[in-house]
C-alpha cells in the first residue's frame, strides 16, 4: 500500500521538478489515496463476508466489530439498542451477532452520522423494528445524493425505510433498559453530524468516527467536516471521559481515554506542520514531500488513509 503510494509521490516530484505542475495534480485527490478504486467500493465488498466479532464491554453493552464501523448494542428487557447499522450486505452475519447476545428484538437504532459504514443497514434495521434516531443533517444527507469528492464517490438516496424519523439539534435522551443513554451534537468535525452516545451506568462512551483508534482518520469537508473541527472533538471526548471510561471508536480497536489523548497530540502535531508550511507558502506537493507525518506513520498510516492522504485532508482545512 505505502510503496504504491511513495511510487505516486516520487512521480509527482520529479513532475514538480520538471516545472510540469498544473492545477490537475490539485484537483485529482483521490490519486493520495493509497487504493486505485474507491475505498467506498472496497469497504462494501469486504463487509459481504465480514466475520463479525462480538465483545461484551460493560454492563448489558456491547460491540459488534466487522461490517464498516463498530456498532454498540444495549440489550435487555425493552429489546435492543444500535449505535449504527454497518453495511446492509452484513445483515445475515450481524443478526447472528446480535442473537448470540440475547434473543431481545431490536427497538431502536441511532445514527452517529450519514456515512454508508454505519448508515447503510437502516433499511433492514427498520424491518427487524427499530425506530430511527439521528441528528437533522443526517437525515438530509441521506435524502439526497451526495458525492464526497475525497472518497471518488456518489451515494444516492438511500431508501425511504432507512431514514432516521427522530430527529434532533443539539442532544436528545433516551431511556431504555434502565440506562439514559445521553446522545450529543458535536460541532462540525468529521461531517457536519456527528453524534456522541453516552451510556452512564455502563461507562461507555461511543464516540463514532470522531476517533479512528490507532488509525489516520477520513474527514469529510464534502459534508462539513474539518481539522479542526476534528481536534475540537478529540478534546471534547477527553474532557468527558476519565480513566475508567471505555471509549468506542468509530474504527480501531475498542480503547480508552490514553487513545484519546494520542490521538488528539497527533492531530494537533501534523495540522501544526501542515499549517506552518501553508502559510509560508508551499504547494500541497511540497508538504506532502517533506513527509509532516513521517514520526507517525507506523502507528497510524497502517489503514484506508496513508500518512499523504492525511497530509492533503489536513491541508485543506488549514
Ligand atoms: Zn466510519
Ligand atoms: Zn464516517
Not at 498544473?22 to 493520495?32: D, F, Q, W, Y
Not at 472496497?42 to 461490517?67: C, F, P, Y
Amino acid at each position: 500500500m505505502s510503496n504504491q503510494n511513495e511510487d505516486t509521490i516520487s512521480r509527482r516530484r520529479f513532475i514538480a521538478t520538471a516545472g510540469l505542475i498544473s492545477t490537475a495534480i490539485l484537483t485529482r485527490p483521490e490519486s493520495l489515496f493509497s487504493q486505485k478504486e474507491s475505498p467506498v467500493i472496497t469497504i462494501m465488498r469486504a463487509a459481504a463476508t465480514a466475520k463479525i466479532n462480538v465483545t461484551k464491554l460493560r454492563g448489558n453493552v456491547s460491540v459488534l466489530e466487522g461490517s464498516g464501523g463498530n456498532i454498540s448494542v444495549l440489550h435487555g428487557p425493552d429489546g435492543k439498542l444500535m449505535v449504527d447499522a454497518g453495511i446492509g450486505v452484513s445483515r445475515p452475519n450481524v443478526l447472528n451477532a446480535l442473537n448470540s447476545l440475547s434473543g431481545d428484538p431490536i427497538k431502536m437504532l441511532i445514527n452517529s452520522h450519514w456515512h454508508f459504514d454505519h448508515a447503510d443497514g437502516n433499511a433492514w434495521v427498520h424491518e427487524e423494528g427499530a425506530t430511527i434516531i439521528a441528528h437533522e443533517n443526517t437525515r438530509k444527507h441521506l435524502e439526497t445524493t451526495v458525492k464526497v469528492d475525497d472518497w471518488d464517490y456518489t451515494f444516492p438516496p438511500a431508501p425511504r425505510d432507512g431514514l432516521p424519523t427522530v430527529l434532533f439539534k443539539d442532544q436528545h435522551m433516551v431511556d431504555f433498559n434502565g440506562e439514559s443513554i445521553q446522545i450529543k451534537k458535536y460541532k462540525p468535525a468529521h461531517t457536519d453530524s456527528d453524534l456522541s452516545i453516552y451510556f452512564p451506568k455502563a461507562d461507555v462512551l461511543h464516540v463514532a468516527d470522531t476517533l479512528w483508534n490507532s488509525y489516520y482518520p477520513f474527514i469529510d469537508y464534502s459534508t462539513g467536516g474539518n481539522i479542526d473541527g476534528m481536534i475540537l472533538a478529540a478534546q471534547a471526548n477527553i474532557e468527558r471521559t476519565t480513566n475508567k471510561t471505555i471509549v468506542v471508536p468509530g474504527h480501531g480497536e475498542v480503547g480508552n481515554r490514553a487513545d484519546l489523548v494520542a490521538f488528539h497530540e497527533m492531530l494537533v502535531t501534523i495540522r501544526e506542520k501542515v499549517a506552518k508550511q501553508k502559510k509560508e507558502g508551499k504547494s500541497l506537493e511540497e508538504i506532502v514531500a517533506s513527509k509532516p507525518t513521517a514520526a507517525y506513520d507506523a502507528k497510524w498510516g497502517g489503514f484506508v488513509i496513508s500518512g499523504a492522504t492525511f497530509t492533503y485532508l489536513v491541508y485543506k482545512g488549514v
